[in-house]
Each structure stands twice: as C-alpha cells, then as structure tokens.
C-alpha cells in the first residue's frame, strides 16, 4: 500500500534509454539490473510492468564513494524496460515527454549514426534532459578492466595509448554533440548538467562507469527537477499507454506507466482510443509475480493500488481500442465529460499535417507517428492520412484513392499487414513499406519514388 501520511510527496523520475541498433541498449539495462540484484539486499529493485525501479539505496549501494545518500530525497530512479526511441516516443504526456530523463547510448567506436540522429531530434524537441553513455570502452585494444573503480579513475590506469585512443573517439562524440547544438563534456568536468551534457565513458559488459551513470542521473534529477517530481499521492491517477496487449483470461490489456497520482481497482478511467476516448471502468491492476512463483501461467498478482511512479497492466472492457503512447486518467471528483475533453485535447496536440493527396502512414505509437509525420514534412512527402495500429483493409481502400501513382503506398512503422489485408493488398494498386527505422522507411520510399519517375521518363 502507498504511503497516506504524506499527501504531497516526490516521486521517482522516469528514465528511458534510447540510442542506434546494437550501440548495446538492451546490455545496459540488463547490467543495470543485474549489477543492482547482485547488490544483493531484499528489495534492490522492483520489478513492474513495463519498467524497472531501482531504489535510491541500491544505488547509493553500487555507487559507493560516488555518491553521498543524504544529498538525495527523491526516491530512486524507474527505468522503461523497451529500449530505443520508439519506446521512448510512445512516452508522450501534454507535448512533451513523459520519460522525465533520458540516457542516449552511443558506441564509442561508432559514434553517431542515423538513429542517434533521430534521438537527439526527439529530445530536442521534447526538451527532455539526457546524459550520453559513452559504450563499450572496454572494446578499446589494450583496454585494463579496472572492476569497482569509479570510470574517471578506470581512464587514468590504462596505459597511455588505451587511454589516449579512447579519449579521442570521447571527444570525437563530444563533437558531434557540439555539431547537433549542445555544449557536452566529459561528466566529471561538467558543473551545471543544464547547461553541459555530461558524457559518461562505460561499458555495459564490464559495467565499469555503469555507478557513475547512475550517480549522474540522481543528480541531474535531484538538482533539476525536484519541483516536477512532486505529486499528490491521492490524486486522480494519470498516465501514459505503453502497449496495448492481448492477455489470457483478461483480453484488451494496457500497459501503462503511472506517472501522478493513485490508480485504484474499480476506478472509472478515461483511455485515449482509435476515434473516441475510451469511458471505462478497471476490472484488474496486475504486476509481475515475484520471479521465484512464476509458473506457467499466472503470470501476473492482482493489486488494489499503484500510486506514482509505476509500470502496471490495466484489464479493462473496451481496451482494445486504446492506442499507444495515449493518455490514460483515473475519473475522480469531477465529471467524465471533462476528463474526456481533456484526454481529446491531449491527443490534439499530437501534429499531423495532412494533405489532399499523399501517402498512408501507420504507426505503433501516437509518439512515433508524429516523429514520422515530422520526418516526412521535413522529406517533403505529402501525408494523406495518418493513424496508429496495423495496416488494415481500410487502409489499402485509402491509398488507392491517392491520385498520384507514387502517393498509392503505404508507410508502416513498426507495425504488420493484418492477415485480412493481404489478399486486399495482392490485389490493389498499392505498394506497402514498413520498417521499424524510420529513415530507412523513408529511404526506401524515395528510392521507389525515384524509380518510379526515372521509368516514365
Ligand atoms: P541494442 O540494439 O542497442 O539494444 O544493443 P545490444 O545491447 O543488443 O548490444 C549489441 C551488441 O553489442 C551485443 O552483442 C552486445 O553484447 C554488445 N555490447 C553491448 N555493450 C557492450 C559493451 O559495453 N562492451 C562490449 N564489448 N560489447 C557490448
């Protein structure tokens, strides 16, 4: 049960972790985890829906001399567990973003690449704060694992070439940072983390730098935005859908992340939907069973609350409806009718120019359609018509009607062709694109378009 002594109380903030494919992610957040378990105390983190919280003793734990507990009243850090920025932008409340913090993982042999391009929009745009996980050092020929060593100690005990090759690729990225407008530096060197990105050299096998990441990302959040943390722990619940998912015994299924106030079992909620919101009432709030009770299939234990900051999985009638990336809001002491218009207002906001004539976008995410929309308005490609979910018979009827040839496709991201559309589609005028990258989504498409122009000529 959540505390009721104090009804205005501060909660964890909610990181997420994006970058390009393979820049190592998913090994992050897995060390993240492990390194905290193995921490070894009861309750080194808690496992929920959707995310990880890591609480502020485990990290005072593995950060060791790193970091000083006292200095801190917010109670730890709720990593997503979906890496990447298409997770990252279904995380969208009120224009901005919901992830209060980001970490842009970036290979520091690799350095940018296109997806780290498409991160860096999404937190410009958002305005999100972000700290860059220099990955892999340990990769560096002649690299000496320094184990339980903070990172900037780690750097001085390799030998001078170890230490001067990675120093290079460090400012190599540090540059590109400058190049894409922000003034960054190596994080020990940075005063105001408002002002300056700090970098933090790690690696995500050795885990070195890992507590440092860590200790960086409590400050930032402890200096910068203790105020937006505050929350009234009775309030009316709000939050953001993650996915929606079919789940045995339950059907339509939201995974949501909770970020202000109570949800409550039997509470009425508002659900942003395919067309309407969604007016529905909560028949389950479920978590993770603990690991050791899972069996096969009672996956999940039934809780009566979840209150700020927490990932929970909402069983409700009429869900599958619900899109991801839509706000979702507990109805209490006020009207339906207003937290219906508020939830439409929301989704309002998301921007999505559409033209007479273009192509049919679909998307998994409200988040990652507007960063296609986006993506597209500055290609110059004309949308027609732009929705979340998998690509439907109706959507094959749509494009068809597109009265240019090169405008009768389709543009998936993240998304499948439904079962029921592929005779529709083997039969139609239309050409269908779907990838899980935006850019080469894109690429694909203007490549076609070029083909398709220099063929008439
Ligand atoms: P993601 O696509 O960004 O989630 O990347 P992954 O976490 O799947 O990592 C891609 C590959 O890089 C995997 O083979 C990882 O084992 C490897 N990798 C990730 N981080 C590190 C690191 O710090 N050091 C080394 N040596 N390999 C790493």
Known sequence: MTDHTNADTLRTPIVAVLGHVDHGKTSLLDKIRGSAVSEGEAGAITQHIGATDIPLDTISGMAGELIDPTDFDLPGLLFIDTPGHHSFSTLRARGGALADIAVLVVDVNDGFQPQTEEAIDILRRTGTPFVVAANKVDTTPGWNPQAGQPIQRSLEAQSERAESMLNENLYEIIGQLSDAGFSADLYWRVQDFQKNIGVVPLSAITGEGVPDLLTVLMGLSQRFMKEEMAIDVF??????????????????????????????????????????????????????????????????????????AAGVKIAAPDLDRAMAGAPVRVVRDRPVEEVVEEVKAELAEIEVETAENGVVVKADTLGSLEAMANALREAEVPILRAEVGDIAPRDIAVAETANQDEHKAILGFNVDLLTNAETELENADVKLFTNDVIYQLIEDYETYVEEKQRAQQ
Do not use: S
Not at 244 to 270: L, P, Q, S
Not at 275 to 304: N, S
């Open 235 to 308: 309030g009316a619940g709000e939050g953001t859908v993650l996915e929606v998912k079919d789940e045995r015994g339950f059907g339509a299924t939201i995974d949501t992340v909770v970020y202000d106030g109570v949800v409550r079992n039997g509470d009425r909620i508002v659900v942003g939907g395919q067309e309407d919101p969604i007016d529905t009432e909560i028949r389950a709030l479920l978590q993770p069973r603990p690991l050791e009770e899972i069996r096969t299939e009672k996956q999940f234990e039934k809780v009566a609350e979840v209150g700020a």
